[in-house]
């Protein structure tokens, strides 16, 4: 029978959000193929939530454990998914900091294609045909994987999780003999505990209209009424160095799919509206009336962003108070 | 200190993208192509370490078709030795391209291999770290700070919510991210030294691969949105319309 593989994650022994889209992937490709999903996580012993993996559609959940593993290590988690996805019809990644590494060392590993940043995926005669954004989400391109084994990595909030309860049975996955030729050894948690903008659910963006990085704080006080939310900004502050590139949206950025968005003080050029016009809903708070920004969003309002943002704040915090 | 560098052509970031009539390819006509951004980053970082270690040699590899001579040349103006291109069409499959570049690179005996963490055009994140894999050689992705010291290098790079360090020894294959350096520009003696640089043209074999495109579209357009209004006093219409229309609140 079809087996579909999915890459779970852990951090500090916990389950990632973003592997309940995995399951959800994993498990759409499998319903369709009629075969079954197993779900593989490296870590250094049991992980916290991996029972969820079960309710998401994993008729099995394979840890693998070593030492080592409590952190991402390459090598290691390179040779043991490779190992756990020999004869899988599919092997499904999240396209994360982790995902993007990886997927590529098991596609080497197993000498098969790999799709990276899946959008939409399906199957076609029997093999499994996606969709990805190419030149910043500027175009589409369609893509069949023609392998025995289809590697793909989904990008962090397009596929909605949907529960789908299976076995979830625990077991073992083998961790083949592996030489730690890259080691991680250690990760610095970010200044502030901030979500990644791939991944929040709401991003609100800055850009040169905050005229000083220090009126970021604004965004970051709305940021924190609306909750879940990450702040991003314009190609041109980071440049100007106001905030750091991982904050930055756009084609030498990051492409986001939130449900909303809010882009204040940016006027939307052309790499910025790519990097995030497959959000959701769009708001764009803007002096200038004729700010292309005005052409993708669903919402504009027009004006000072000094008054309008911590209005916004404040609405948003009644609205949570009631 | 030998730094080989994988270079490609890319059309510029702000290009408008058309779709030619086979509806897989883009319309070429009027788009300017630029060496890929994050190579760049490759590239600078190249220079710096041959400059650091007082000697050595850089090397430009690029895949594709005669065009890319440009693109090599201007790395060649940056600083950068050498060039070679690998004539060939590339096709979707990364690995295909991965393991040309690995022929190419296994007897270079290079102490690190660069590359760009992405390309601008396909997106495809992963050459870079398949041809490691093929060399067997460590590789770390997206490193936005390097230090090397007594043949290994402690690296940074971006994960979500924060920054792994990553250690390795060389030879080691390095996939560069933006905030590692800031590119230096050719100068006027760069570009006029470029062109006595060597350049080697040879065909490079290329699988057919595992990857077909079937098709390429533009997106679909968004819906003409609305202006809630103007200044502050628009605000309550536009949370009521969050959450009650959008219902994303």
Redesign the interface.
């Known amino acids: 029978m079809a087996t579909i593989l999915a890459v779970l994650e852990q951090r500090d022994g916990a389950l990632r959000k973003v592997s309940l889209e995995v399951l959800t992937a994993a498990r759409r490709l499998a319903d369709q193929l009629g075969g079954t999903v197993d779900a593989v996580v490296c870590a250094a012993a049991g992980v916290t939530g991996s029972d969820a993996a079960g309710r998401h559609g994993a008729d099995r959940v394979l840890t693998a454990a070593h030492p080592d593993f409590g952190l991402y290590q390459p090598d290691g988690y390179a040779a043991a998914v490779a190992e756990a996805g020999k004869g899988a019809q599919a092997v499904v990644f999240a396209a994360t900091a982790m995902g993007r590494d990886l997927a590529p060392r098991v596609a080497a590993r197993l000498g098969q294609p790999l799709a990276s940043d899946v959008t939409e995926f399906g199957l076609e005669g029997g093999k499994v045909v996606v969709t990805r954004p190419v030149y910043a989400g500027k175009a589409l391109q369609r893509v069949r994987l023609d392998g025995a084994t289809a590697i793909l990595s989904i990008r962090p909030n397009t596929v909605p999780v949907a529960e789908a309860p299976r076995a979830g049975a625990a077991a073992s996955a083998t961790v083949p003999a592996f030489t730690g030729r890259v080691k991680v050894t250690a990760v610095r948690a970010a200044a502030s505990a901030a979500l990644d903008v791939a991944e929040a659910a709401v991003v609100v963006s800055g850009g040169r209209g905050l005229k000083e990085p220090e009126n970021f704080r604004l965004l970051e006080d709305l940021a924190a009424a609306l909750g879940n939310a990450a702040v991003g900004a314009s190609r041109a502050v980071v440049d100007a160095g106001w905030r750091d590139h991982g904050a930055q949206v756009g084609q030498t950025g990051k492409t986001v799919s939130p449900s909303l968005y809010v882009a204040v003080g940016i006027s939307g050029a052309i790499q910025h509206l790519a990097g995030m016009r497959t959000a959701k809903t769009i708001v764009a708070i803007n002096r200038d009336k004729d700010a292309p920004i005005f052409k993708v969003a669903d919402y504009g309002i027009i004006g000072d962003l000094f008054e309008i943002v911590p209005r916004l704040t404040a609405e948003i915090k009644k609205l949570r108070g009631e | 200190m030998r730094i080989a560098v994988c270079l490609k052509r890319v059309?510029d970031?702000?290009?408008?993208?058309v779709?030619a009539p086979d509806g897989k390819s883009?319309d070429e006509a009027g788009v300017k192509f630029v060496p890929n951004?994050?190579d760049e980053y490759a590239l600078e970082e190249a220079l710096k370490l041959r400059e650091a270690a007082g000697g050595g040699e850089t090397v430009v590899y690029s895949l594709g078709g005669d065009a890319a001579q440009e693109t090599i040349r201007t790395a060649l103006a940056m600083g950068i030795d050498r060039g070679v291109l690998l004539q060939a069409t590339a096709g979707?499959?990364?690995?295909e391209v991965?393991r040309a570049l690995a022929r190419e690179l296994k007897e270079g005996g290079f102490d690190l291999i660069l590359f760009g963490k992405l390309a601008?055009?396909?997106?495809?994140?992963?050459?870079g770290?398949?041809v490691a894999?093929?060399l067997g050689?460590?590789?770390?992705?997206?490193v936005?700070h390097l230090t090397l010291a007594n043949g290994a290098l402690e690296a940074e790079?971006?994960?979500?919510?924060?920054?792994?360090?990553?250690?390795?020894?060389l030879p080691a294959v390095l996939t560069c991210?933006?905030?590692l350096n800031t590119p230096r520009l050719p100068s006027l003696k760069g570009i006029m030294a470029a062109k006595k640089k060597p350049l080697e043209v040879k065909p490079a074999a290329l699988g057919a691969?595992?990857?077909?495109?079937?098709?390429?579209?533009?997106?679909p357009e968004?819906?003409?949105?609305?202006?809630?209004?103007?200044?502050?006093d628009?605000?309550?219409a536009?949370?009521r319309?969050?959450?009650d229309e959008?219902k994303?609140?």
Do not use: F, W
């Not at chain 2, 790079?157 to 020894?169: H, P, Q």
């Open positions: 059309p970031t702000t290009a408008k993208i779709v883009i951004p994050y979707a499959d990364g690995l991965a601008v055009d396909d997106y495809n994140h992963q050459v770290v398949m894999e093929l050689l460590p590789c770390v992705t997206a936005a790079r971006e994960v979500e919510g924060g920054v792994e360090v990553v250690g390795a020894s991210d933006k905030g691969g595992s990857v077909t495109i079937l098709g390429l579209s533009l997106p968004r819906k003409a949105g609305q202006i809630v209004g103007e200044g502050a628009a605000v309550p536009l949370v319309l969050l959450r959008a994303v609140i």
